[in-house]
């Protein structure tokens, strides 16, 4: 593993930059508050296939508290855009996770939209609400519908 967790949900992470660079956007900042009250900046976007996104550890919405040892608080956003542009190709992130996830046996991740029991459930919901919708279209259609004998 490529960083140590602390106690906190403060996570070090080391990064080699690619071809796209790190592969996330960053936002916050004393002149771009993200989060209300806090000036810090904070992960907006993982790019596909970036270095962030190959290894896996940082996620969107995590508030990046230095890079390289600089810590971020009370940067303006662009000093703070400045200071990753500037550090080179490895690149060591301490990151507070969003959320700090207990360890589970499982899996981590929500489940794919093809995964069997939630393809069902999602037909479920579209057959109810196809049956409600139709109920409802006879009801307010019945008072014009006239009846042959």
């Known amino acids: 593993m490529n960083g140590a967790m ?8 080391q990064l080699k930059r690619g071809p796209a660079g790190l592969g996330f956007n960053i936002v916050g900042g004393v002149d771009q508050q993200f989060v209300s009250n806090d000036c810090g900046i904070y992960v907006a976007k993982i790019k ?17 508290l230095a890079i390289n040892g600089h810590k971020l608080d009370n940067l303006l956003h662009s000093a703070a855009v400045e200071l990753f542009r500037s550090a080179g190709e490895n690149v060591q992130l301490r990151v507070q996770q969003r959320h700090t ?11 794919p939209d093809n995964d ?16 409600v919708l139709l109920t409802f279209v006879c009801i307010r259609l019945r008072p014009h519908m006239k009846r042959h004998f």
């Not at 996104?53 to 990046?64: P, V, Y």
Request: hydrophobic share 40%.
């Open 6 to 13: 602390h106690d906190s949900g403060v996570v070090d992470i």
């Open 48 to 64: 596909d296939n970036g270095a962030a996104a190959l290894d896996g550890r940082l996620q969107e919405g995590d508030k990046i």
């Open 101 to 111: 996830m207990p360890l589970v046996n499982g899996p981590s991740r929500p489940r």
């Open 116 to 131: 069997p029991s939630y393809f069902a459930l999602k037909m479920l919901g579209i057959t109810l609400a196809s049956v």
